[in-house]
Every structure is written in structure tokens, then in C-alpha cells.
């Protein structure tokens, strides 16, 4: 896929050929332009807050994963009340038909929601990603972290798509709204707060997941940037102590020990997990740390904790899910739907400015400042193409975003030396000469670029970026024809 690092290539391809600046319609250099005001500031907007996950988690534990995968209740295509439904993990459950499989976690982590469908399922917000042999649907309980349902149909004959995992998962709403835990070993506890137990707050940082499990039955902390210990309580099968380098007797088990990696890994069984299938017989515990000594010390700590009570702990979130209109993204407004990456970190919400005019003015304000180049553009973006399009500053850009990532409309204004891309078409707009480029190199996406030179050397860019729909889908790029109308009304508003 094109990523907006193309823009990047477009905007470093040096003016040549029909780029040059002979055959760009100029008889005479323009006068030098004037320095561009200093960056603007303007009074930062408010963050998102995310819930507390303390009591996240605390609301999860209260919830039986395997009441979430009710066969009669969901009418699921392809399963039956006749088919098995295993516990795999304190907070695991997966439900079988052959070789199709259903599988509900609580508490993993959720990082395909920008690329995911997005759905209401039973009055919750839901997201649906699909592959072609699988389904995953999450309902979002915080920014990060959800219920999923993830489906798999490893043979092609099975009559399974994504309607039934969104089946389970529409079936589950009402479960997890009135949830109730299940009686089965652990099920009270959490990764999280049997480490923080185990280590104490100044542990550090305490994040959901670690090997071999990824839900709330794991968790890991860290410390100035360092990655600390972490814990798996999950269930598995008799421990076979001879694949181990080496075993340790702690708290009255055998545990084998594993280095690696300037890392120490205890694993033991800590007790029978009532769990008829052998894979799932045992309460198996998964220790590490990146000192030997600690790993054992902390060892035998929780074992004499998992034996004992669970630990009061947060107040369980209530309601656990969102509604289809809660913000479930750290991301500001509608920055949720532009896509943030190492080289594009920052998104800012869009603030109303005032909008310069002439060319020069446009340029002094808008090359600092986004939210400038939005107020030129947003009147021509919504003319042209709809009220769809929401306008977020990235940058001294300003880019449109839609909640389908069909298309994303960047714009931009800048000085002469911004090349014009790769063979580029020239077309004449509000009386000036302008260059169209276009980049595709795979079915995943394109990028239209204009490029506009005023007279005063001040130049307007305006890139089409169309990409798959969230969700699947073809490649759409039928609005391509409106870029140049796009253009043409901000040079005529503006410059």
C-alpha cells in the first residue's frame, strides 16, 4: 500500500523535463517571497480520556467467556448446541464444529480498528475485520482493549464467513451487559493484578499481555523504558519437565527454568484446572523476569498467592461496552480516522482561524500553520465532495479524512522548490499553470497530486490519496475527476 511517505517522494522529485521551470508557463522569476510568520500557537484542545483499566479489567473478570459463545441464543451459521465448547484460558473460550472454530477472549488488545469495519451489533459499537479464511469481530471496551470473537474455517468447505462470528458476538452484548464470572480457576483473577500484587506499584508501568497468552491473563510491566516482569496465568497441558534445560523445586512445585536472551522463564503447574480436555488440565503459570534470583523469589511469592484468596480491586466498569457514539480512540476528533504512523506522529484537531487573502498572505500564514490552509480549503472540499470529508491538521497540511478511508484529501501551501512528481500532465486553473501527477503501483491504493504555481512563486498542492474501504473492498477511485474542481475553487476563493 502507499503510505503518505509517497507524498513525501512526490514533493522531493527535482522539477525536470515537463517539471521544469522553463516549461512551466513562466517568462520571469517571481520577487523573493517574504518569511512566513512564526509558527502559530493556539490553545491546545482537549485529549480524549481513556477509561481506567483497573476497572476495565475488573469488569471483564466478572464476565464467564464461555456464556459468550451460546450456539442457541446466536443461530450462528455452521454450529450447533451439539458442538464443544472448551475453556482454553481463565478468560478464554472456543466453541468447535470439525475444523471451524470460534474463539472469545476478553481483554486483548485491538489494533486493527483503523482498518476494521465498523459496525453496531445489539445497540453496541463493534468492529469487524475479515480475511479469507477468518473473521475477527472486537467490542470495544476502552481505547485499546476488547472482547473479540475471532472465527477460523481451515477447510474451504465449511460453510462459515463473518456472519457467524458476528452471530456469537451480537448474541454476547446482552451477556456483558448483565455479566456474571465464571466458577473456574483464576477466573477472579487478572494478569494485571496478580503482578501488581506480586511486584507493588513502584513496579512501573503495567500493560494487558505477555507470552504465551495476550488477554487479561497476562500482563507485563515496565520501568524507564525497560521491559520488567510479566505473568501467565492461563491453563495447559501436563508439563513434560524433560524439555527443560533445567527444574526447580519452589513452594512445593516443580517448576523448569528456562534462560535466554539475558532472560529467566519459570514455568509450573499450579493446580488441577478442572478442564476435561488434557490440552487444558492444569492452572499453568508462566514467570519472567530479567534476573534469575527475582524470577525465583517472585516465584514462590505468587504461588502462595494464586493459592490463596483473590484480592479486592478496582470497582468493575459499568457499563463494560460502547455505545455506538462513544470515542474509542486516543486520537483527538476526527483524527480517529487518519492513520498516525512513526513518520506522520501528531494529529491535531481542526481550529477555526481566520482565512487570509492573496496568494503571498496564504503564504506567510498557511506554510506554519494547518489549521490555515483549512480554512482556504474546507469550503471548496465540501462543495465539490459532500460534507463526508472532516478536516484534521497534520502539520502545516491540512487533510480530510472520511470514516471509510476511501479517500484523503491533503493539502498544502508551500514555495517553488516542491517538485510536481513523476510525468506529470499540465491543465490550466483559475488562469494558472498547473501539474497533475499520478502514482499507483499496486490495487491497494492511488495518489492524484496537483500542483499549482501562482505568479508570486507561492505554490498550492492537493493530493487525492484513495484507499481500500475499511472492512474490504475494491479500490474506488471514481472522485478522481474533482480534484482539479477542488483546486480551481481555492485558488479562485483565496489566492
Known sequence: MISRLGLLSLLLVALIGCDSLAESGRSASPAPLPSPLPKAVHPPAAKPTDRDQARVIAGLTQVDACALLDPAKAKAPGFTVRDRIRRTDPHECRIEHGSAWVRAELGLADPFRYDSAVR??????AYVKRDQDSCQVTLPVSFERSVSFYGHWPDKAAPLDCRTVEAFATAAVPVLSRPSPAEAPLAGWSGCVALEKLVGRAGG????GSYPTHTMDGCTSSANGQRGTEVSLGYGPDLVLSEFP???????????????????????????????DPREQWVQIVLRSPNCGTSRRLAVKLIAMLDGPVPSGAKPQAPLLMKPTDHDSKQPGACIDLEVTKEFPVCERYVAVQQPKGAVEVYRQGSQDGNVVCSISQDAVRRVLGNGLRPVVEGSACVYVEPSHALEVRVGVTDRRVGAGIAPRKVELAGRQALVSTRQSDDDSKEVYLRVEDS???VLTVQFTFKRPRGGGDLDTGREAQLEPVGRQILEQSF
Open 120 to 125: 453496531t451489533l445489539a445497540g453496541a459499537k
Open 456 to 458: 508570486t512563486g507561492v
Open 246 to 276: 533445567k527444574t526447580v523445586r519452589l513452594g512445593g512445585r516443580t517448576a523448569g527454568f528456562t534462560y535466554g536472551d539475558g532472560q529467566c522463564w519459570l514455568t509450573w503447574n499450579q493446580g488441577p484446572s478442572a478442564q476435561p
Open 205 to 208: 508501568r503495567f500493560k494487558v
